[in-house]
Structure formats: C-alpha cells, structure tokens
Nanobody
Framework: QVQLVESGGGLVQAGGSLRLSCAAS????????MGWFRQAPGKERDFVAS???????????DYADSVKGRFTISRDNAKNTVFLQMNSLKPEDTAVYYC????????????????WGQGTQVTVSS
C-alpha cells in the first residue's frame, strides 16, 4: 500500500504561481509512475501531467495540452515526493488537484493508477 498526501493548494490571482507537492509513504520502495489529475465542479477528472518511472537515468514527463508550457512535473525520489509547479495560472485551472501513483508505466488514463491522494483545492481568481 502507498499513501499519498497532497499539499500546496490555495487561492491565487490569475497569472500567479503555485507549487503542489505529493508526499508518498508506505511501500515506496517500488518505482512508481506518478500523475496529477484535476477535477472541477460538475466535470470529470482530467489528466494534467505524469512522470515516468526511472528509465536508465531519465524520467519522462507528459502534459495535457491545456497546461503544456505552464506546468512542470518533477520528482525527488530521495524524499518520496512529486511536485507540480504551476505558472501563469488561469481561472480555468481552478479545480481539486489529485496526485496518483501507478505500478505500470506512466499513463494519461486515471483508471490505470493504483493509488490516489485526497486532493488539494486550487482556486484562481480573475
């Protein structure tokens, strides 16, 4: 079992930045792919970004088109933590952001993730 706890959400004005963190505990000895998803009120949970398990010495990141160039996903395996740096935030980025871990390779499909955090609220005012 892996437990995930997100933090770093809050209220920010449009154009501002936030950095989300996702701390993993439990069976973190496995090399998981990690993802961030978000869910706005009345909408489905959407893929935001993912970062692969280590492949050689490289990690591969993937982004939804809506956040590409504004958001950056990274991981610190020594601290069992994944980050989502969000810049140039827009009101449409307002949502609850969830961190997820996948045993398999990184994916955009939420159903392929095995563990989920409780989410952190991000609100962007215009």
């Amino acid at each position: 079992q892996v437990q995930l706890v997100e933090s770093g959400g809050g209220l920010v004005q449009a154009g501002g930045s936030l950095r989300l963190s996702c701390a993993a505990s439990g069976r973190t000895d496995s090399n998981y792919a990690m993802g961030w998803f978000r869910q706005a009120p009345g909408k489905e949970r959407d893929f935001v970004a993912s970062i692969s398990r280590r492949i050689g010495i490289t990690y591969y990141a993937d982004y939804a088109d809506s956040v590409k160039g504004r958001f950056t996903i990274s991981r610190d395996n020594a601290k069992n933590t994944v980050f989502l740096q969000m810049n140039s935030l827009k009101p449409e980025d307002t949502a609850v952001y969830y961190c997820a871990a996948a045993v398999q390779d990184s994916t955009r499909r939420s159903y392929e993730y095995d563990y989920w955090g409780q989410g952190t609220q991000v609100t962007v005012s215009s």
